[in-house]
């Protein structure tokens, strides 16, 4: 069972940038995509940002051109730039990542989360 652990976040004024980092307790080598989410109370949680094996991104509309997310497999991290933050982006940030794991006679799929780590911006 692989275990996510973010870490980066924080207080920063609105215009301020925070880097969060989700490390994983093993290799990410493998994992078919690694997203980072965020929730604030009352609402679903939103995806923010994908990176998937190949290396290919995505973001939400609401981020596109502030965030930016990237992956370091010899550390098995996975990033989340966040610049020009603003107070709507104040929320409770999760790291998700998904694989397959091929048995003899099956696949499976494996899907992982971290803690969260909460996000505040405020002047």
């Known amino acids: 069972q692989v275990q996510l652990v973010e870490s980066g976040g924080g207080l920063v004024q609105p215009g301020g940038s925070l880097r969060l980092s989700c490390a994983a307790s093993?290799?990410?080598?493998?994992?078919?995509?690694m997203n980072w989410y965020r929730q604030v109370p009352g609402k679903q949680r939103e995806l923010v940002a994908a990176?998937?094996?190949?290396?290919?991104?995505s973001y939400a509309d609401s981020v596109k051109g502030r965030f930016t997310i990237s992956r370091d497999n010899a550390k098995n991290t996975v990033y989340l730039q966040m610049n020009s933050l603003k107070p709507e982006d104040a929320a409770v940030y999760y790291c998700?990542?998904?694989?397959?794991?091929?048995?003899?006679?099956?696949?499976?799929?494996?899907?992982?989360w971290g803690q969260g780590t909460q996000v505040t911006v405020s002047s």
């Open positions: 998700n990542a998904g694989e397959t794991i091929h048995y003899p006679d099956h696949d499976k799929q494996y899907d992982y």
């Open positions: 990176i998937m094996r190949g290396g290919s991104t």
């Open positions: 093993g290799s990410i080598f493998g994992f078919n995509f």
